[in-house]
């Protein structure tokens, strides 16, 4: 069973590598691994494929980097967070609101709301000051280097292309340079080449726009969480102020 399933697998994943059915077919049937089939991608395709390799680190090297930040650093339940700091509001204990803050330092949403929280007994004002300083801080970091992935997607593609170009002009070169018999054989390199290329450049710049739309999202998500409930966080402790001060008026 396991032997009717490797030839398939090995297909898959070369396939994934963008290298044509009748190579991979080749490979299988020679015996050749998954691993030499890769370095005969990457040797046919030319100089350029090596030259998209780095382009294709740096895109990855964003998406991970940025994906780890975004879901476990600056990530947290916005609903149950803000239900238990409202409870915490409303129960007037401030300072325990402030330390639940503190449990998540590095969240976006538990900044903001402790900006707000610390300017609590300071107007509405000032609430509203700190709490738009501390969002103004705080979105930068959250869409930092996620832009950079369409940059990268187009570089990808224009460095694929010219790949293309190169491999042309080297192959069309070396045809009028070599006897009749190898014609045939010089150009299916060159235009090997030139498909290789682009074929790569493409696959690292669809790579880098899943990356980029995913993490857009994602960002944008957060940041619509904090505009939400900051706002609400603002209501609450000017609702909490007045309320404090019509029962001092009372008392007095």
Not at 145 to 163: D, E, F, V
Request: proline share 3%; aromatic share 8%.
């Amino acid at each position: 069973m396991t032997k009717k399933l490797r030839p398939s697998t090995k297909t898959l994943l070369a396939l994934l590598f963008l290298l044509p059915a009748a190579e991979v077919a080749a490979q299988e049937a020679s015996g050749g691994g998954f691993m030499s089939a890769i370095a005969e991608f990457f040797e046919a395709g030319g100089p350029f494929i090596y030259v998209n390799c780095i382009t294709l680190a740096w895109g990855i090297a964003i998406i991970l980097e940025r994906i780890i930040f975004i879901f476990f650093k600056y990530n947290v339940n916005a609903e149950a967070f803000m239900a238990q700091v409202q409870k915490l509001v409303m129960a007037n204990d401030i300072e325990r609101a402030i330390k639940l803050c503190n449990a998540a330092p590095s969240a976006a949403l538990p900044k903001v709301v402790k900006a707000g929280l610390t300017r609590a007994n300071r107007g509405e004002m000032e609430i509203r000051n700190a709490v738009e300083e501390a969002t103004l801080a705080i979105v930068p970091v959250l869409q930092k280097r996620t832009p950079n992935l369409a940059s990268i997607a187009n570089m990808a593609t224009l460095l694929g292309l010219l790949g293309t170009i190169t491999g042309l002009i080297t192959a069309f070169r070396a045809v009028g340079a070599v006897s009749p018999e190898l014609k045939a054989k010089v150009l299916a390199q060159g235009v090997a080449e030139a498909m290789y290329t682009t074929a790569f450049g493409l696959a690292i710049a669809v790579i880098c726009m899943f990356g980029h739309l995913f993490l857009t999202n994602m960002t944008k998500k957060i940041i619509d969480e904090i505009d939400q409930y900051s706002v609400k966080l603002e209501n609450l402790l000017v609702s909490r102020g007045k309320g404090t001060a019509s029962a001092l008026d009372r008392i007095t």
